[in-house]
Every structure is written in structure tokens, then in C-alpha cells.
């Protein structure tokens, strides 16, 4: 199993950023492909990036493409969502997310742990 706590989410203006980190817990993390989603009021959850288990390779959505970039750091069992530009559609509380494998990294299936979220709002 693995357990996933969400941090650094907060206020943010339009073309500001944020670094959003995600802790892991558990024996399998390094073995997990992660994942970040975000969802806003009244609306569908969104995937918005992803991360192999090595961290050698990424997908970003075309929707975030440029402004968000993925990392991990298997040593201290850690993701991290680096969000710039950020727009006030970007408003929304954003998970981490978790995985074996069995799909391509472009989808957005198949995640079974997920933290409890960190909100992100963008002012205008």
C-alpha cells in the first residue's frame, strides 16, 4: 500500500506559481507510477500529469503543457508538481495519485491510492 499526503497548496495570483509536494508512504512507491489530478467545484476531476516509476519519463495533458512539470524523488519517496502560469481555471483541490503499472503513462486509469487533497486558488 501506499499513503499519500498532499502540501503547498494556497492563494495564488493569476501568473503566479506554486510548487505542490506530495509524501508518500509505503514499500511500494518506488515500484508506483504517480500521478496528479485536480478537481474543481462542480466539475469532473482532471488529469493533469504523470510520472513513470524511474522518473525518466513524463506526460502533461496539452491543457498544462509548458506551465506544470512533474518530478519525483524516489529517495525520499517524494512528487512534486511545479505549477507556473497559473490561471484562475486553475482553481481546484489537487491530488496525488498512485499506481502499478498496466497502462501508458498518457492515461489516466487505474489509480487506486490517492491523498485527501491540497486547494489551489488563483485570484484574478
Known amino acids: 500500500q501506499v499513503q499519500l499526503v498532499e502540501s503547498g497548496g494556497g492563494l495564488v495570483q493569476a501568473g503566479g506559481s506554486l510548487r505542490l509536494s506530495c509524501a508518500a508512504s509505503?514499500?511500494?512507491?518506488?515500484?508506483?507510477?504517480m500521478g496528479w489530478f485536480r478537481q474543481a467545484p462542480g466539475k469532473e476531476r482532471q488529469f493533469i500529469s504523470a510520472?513513470?516509476?524511474?522518473?525518466?519519463?513524463?506526460y502533461d495533458p496539452n491543457s498544462v503543457k509548458g506551465r506544470f512539470t512533474i518530478s519525483r524523488d524516489n529517495s525520499k519517496n517524494m512528487v512534486y508538481l511545479q505549477t507556473n502560469s497559473l490561471k484562475p481555471e486553475g482553481t481546484a483541490v489537487y491530488y496525488c495519485?498512485?499506481?502499478?503499472?498496466?497502462?501508458?503513462?498518457?492515461?489516466?486509469?487505474?489509480?487506486?491510492?490517492w491523498g485527501q487533497g491540497t486547494q489551489v486558488t488563483v485570484s484574478s
Open positions: 495519485a498512485a499506481r502499478g503499472g498496466g497502462y501508458s503513462l498518457s492515461s489516466g486509469t487505474g489509480y487506486d491510492y
Open positions: 509505503g514499500r511500494t512507491f518506488s515500484s508506483s507510477v
Open positions: 510520472i513513470s516509476r524511474s522518473g525518466s519519463a513524463t
